[in-house]
């Protein structure tokens, strides 16, 4: 009887601790649950935060009260208060209602000061426990979902008729932005241990914020990303991709991103230190995210930073030349006149770094399509199609090959001299037949005889028409018409067209 009691003692101890352990676990769990809460309802984070930044950032971070100063702990203390001001600043708070928790939002934005200078002295040291809170505390503050897009346009992006929208909460992502940047550009960061918290899924989230209204968070984002890159030489494969599905999205899918020119901007320094010769994987992206960038409505807002990366590559290996005309050719507005400025100014810029051999392969519909601008009744599109001529090294490619461009833009030419309704551009039409004059006048002399030529073969053939419709009407007007199945026939009057053709 007594071995029986004494048996079932332990049974019951060890019960009541797995209950009280399992109660203290809930009881964290929940805590923390409450915690990130806060964070405007963010499910991506909360996953996150519980299967990337592990439970021992808490550790420890209680011993110091996080409301001190960092002059007021001794320098034992201070890398504990750096810890437990992060977790502190987890709490994430809603800036809809400005009066709202002004006293936590003040104090909460006071900490993150205290954090960045504390970093910015140089005192701070990052232990796998601080990597791990201050990439938690960014992940909790920067990650959330934006709402939806309601603007009218369908382009996406800001328009110069649009004002930027500007984010409520920007007192407190701005510095949490400043001490993310201090964080990955910190010298004696351990790479090898930051990059287990600085990961692809935290990569991936960082990106999808330059989607931001606001110009002010895509600019911090464009700097901290080009830090990243810089410095987690192993993630580097990764963010090349990551962008790259990105561009796709934007091109083939929804034509609305507002972050492409900031992402263009990081790659434009990114291919500059592309290693020579060009890896295939860098020539795919010229070809299948760059080149069709050119296609979207919206290339206006970031053609600057689209054709600095296209020139990038031109610089690295010229004979991407022909692949880039090629690819605007293809792409080339047909009814957009500033789509079509936009162009001619990046192909004058190609074509100052084409070589003799890589303009051959392009020059026959290059020049076709220039013939066609030069026609544009836009005046801008025909004046800067013929500014091509003042170009010393786009002339230099003329001449050389005036054999085969000059009978490709003489019809164009003209043309403009005989109708073209802008006298401006009729004065540069004049201007670039005498260049060819002087350049070879018996060729000038041989395409005007060629044009002729055309023209007659062209009105001979108007009239053979004419003539053909002639008798045709004419056989009709006597074709017989009967009527159920009897001999009667009669004639019938053709009926006079009114309508003016």
């Known amino acids: 009887m007594i071995k029986q009691i004494l048996s079932k003692l332990p049974r019951k101890s060890s019960k009541s601790d797995t209950l009280a352990s399992a109660g203290s676990d809930s009881n964290n769990h929940t805590n923390l649950g409450s915690s990130i809460q806060c964070s405007n309802g963010l499910n991506v984070v909360r996953r996150m935060s519980s299967a990337v930044f592990p439970s021992m950032v808490a550790a420890g971070a209680e011993a110091v009260e996080p409301h001190l100063s960092f002059k007021d702990v001794p320098n034992t203390e201070k890398q504990k208060l750096f810890v437990s001001k992060l977790n502190l600043c987890c709490v994430v708070y809603h800036f809809n209602d400005p009066d709202k928790d002004q006293a936590e939002k003040d104090s909460k934005r006071q900490a993150l000061i205290e954090l960045v200078d504390f970093v910015a002295s140089g005192s701070a040291k990052f ?109 580097r494969p990764f963010v090349r991709k990551a962008v790259s599905n990105i561009i796709y999205r934007f091109v083939f899918e929804t034509e609305r991103h507002n972050g492409i020119a900031e992402l263009l901007e990081i790659f434009g320094s990114v291919i500059s230190g592309f290693a020579l010769p ?147 551009v009729l004065n540069l039409t004049l201007n670039v037949r005498k260049m060819f004059c002087e350049m070879d006048e018996e060729l000038v002399l041989a395409c005007q005889s060629k044009l002729e030529e055309e023209d007659s073969k062209s009105s001979m053939a108007a009239e053979k028409r004419r003539l053909t419709w002639e008798r045709l009407e004419t056989a009709a007007s006597f074709q017989p018409v009967g009527g159920g199945g009897g001999n009667i026939s009669f004639l019938v009057n053709p009926a006079t067209c009114s309508v003016t053709c």
């Open 127 to 235: 232990s796998e426990a601080a990597i791990a809170a201050t990439c938690k505390m960014c992940a909790v503050n920067l990650f959330r979902d934006f709402p939806p897009k309601y603007r009218s346009n369908s382009t996406g992006g800001e328009t110069e008729d649009e004002e930027p929208m500007f984010d409520p909460a920007w007192s407190h992502l701005q510095v949490v932005y400043d001490l993310l940047l201090r964080f990955v550009s910190y010298s004696s960061l351990d790479v090898k241990v930051a990059k287990k918290y600085v990961d692809h899924s935290f990569i991936l989230r960082l990106l999808e914020l330059f989607d931001s209204e606001d110009p002010r968070e895509r600019d911090c984002l464009k700097t901290i990303l080009h830090r990243i890159y810089g410095k987690f030489m192993v993630h």
């Open 278 to 424: 060009l890896k295939e994987e860098h020539k795919m992206f010229l070809s299948r995210a760059l080149i069709p960038l050119h296609k979207p409505k919206s290339v206006g807002i970031y053609h600057q930073q689209l054709t600095y990366c296209v020139v990038q590559f031109i610089e690295k290996d010229p004979k991407l030349a022909s692949v880039v005309i090629k690819g605007l050719l293809k792409y080339w507005p047909v009814t957009n006149s500033q789509k079509e400025l936009m162009f001619l100014s990046e192909l004058e810029e190609i074509l100052e770094m084409t070589s003799t051999v890589e303009f051959q392969k392009i020059m026959v519909p290059l020049f076709r399509r220039v013939g066609c601008c030069l026609n544009s009744s836009h005046f801008q599109v025909a004046e800067r199609a013929h500014f091509l001529w003042n170009n010393e090294h786009v002339f230099n490619h003329i001449t050389q090959n005036r054999q085969v461009i000059m009978p490709l833009v003489f019809p164009a030419l003209e043309r403009n001299t005989r109708n073209h309704w802008n006298q401006a």
